[in-house]
């Protein structure tokens, strides 16, 4: 079973509706995090969270919002979906411990499509 | 805020041949760390080898390997006996240190290994 699991690993919907993409996480790792991908412009962060009582905005957030459930569970929303939200969206997570490197750890990705 | 740079859109290699792949950053930081993530067409991505930026020595991993120069501020990846399971994108990404573990990725570079 994968570390870093993200549901769906799909979606197609349409312009103006509420989008939930969910990631979970087996790794017991205290941070997790939203990247957006989009062709030739590599991997841009939009939410992230060093625990479940700490979220904070990341390079993109406008249009997303976050919920972390749990220190396993960190969901991203798109409330009014619009097509140039349409992109491939990562969770990642990585481990607080400061006397070594961080990896971070990457999900499958979910494709969206909003049209 | 960190740019990083890579410069190379796409790069085509014979199998069994060596190839690098080029990586630029700019940073007023003095410690950091430097990533390369690799992401086949399964959409995963991967981490392929990781540099601190304290160590003069450079990093290797297996067939992979960086040149690191932190003075010109580049960080270059090398695959020697380029296999057909190299094909993907490449992503140079860079950390600051204690700052959260957040990642600036470059915009990739595609790369296919010709049977």
């Known amino acids: 079973d994968a570390d870093v699991t993200q549901t769906p690993r799909n979606r197609i919907t349409k312009t103006g509706k509420r989008i939930m993409l969910e990631c979970s996480q087996t790794?017991?790792?205290?941070?997790m995090y939203w990247y957006r991908q989009d062709p030739g412009l590599g991997l841009r962060l939009i939410y992230y969270s060093f625990d479940v009582k700490d979220i904070n905005k990341g390079e993109i957030s406008d249009g997303y919002s976050v919920s972390r459930q749990a220190q396993a569970k960190f969901s991203l929303s798109l409330e009014s979906a619009i097509p140039n939200q349409t992109a491939l969206y990562f969770c990642a997570t990585s481990d607080s411990t400061r006397d070594r490197v961080d990896i971070q750890y990457f999900g499958a990705g979910t494709r969206l499509s909003v049209l | 805020a960190q740019t990083v740079t890579q410069s190379q859109p796409e790069m085509s290699v014979q199998e069994a041949e060596t190839v690098t792949l080029s990586c630029t950053y700019d940073?007023?930081?003095?410690?950091?760390?430097l990533f390369w993530y690799k992401q086949p067409p399964s959409r995963q991505m991967i981490l392929v080898i990781r540099?601190?930026?304290?160590?003069?020595q450079n990093a290797t991993e297996n067939r992979f390997s960086v040149n690191f120069q932190k003075a010109a501020k580049s960080f270059s990846l090398k695959i020697s006996d380029s296999q057909l399971g190299d094909t993907a994108m490449y992503f140079c990404a860079f950390m600051k240190q204690y700052t959260g573990n957040q990642f600036y990725f470059g915009t990739g570079t595609s790369l296919t290994v010709i049977p």
């Open positions: 940073t007023s930081e003095s410690n950091y760390y």
């Open positions: 790794k017991g790792h205290d941070r």
């Open positions: 540099q601190e930026a304290y160590k003069q």
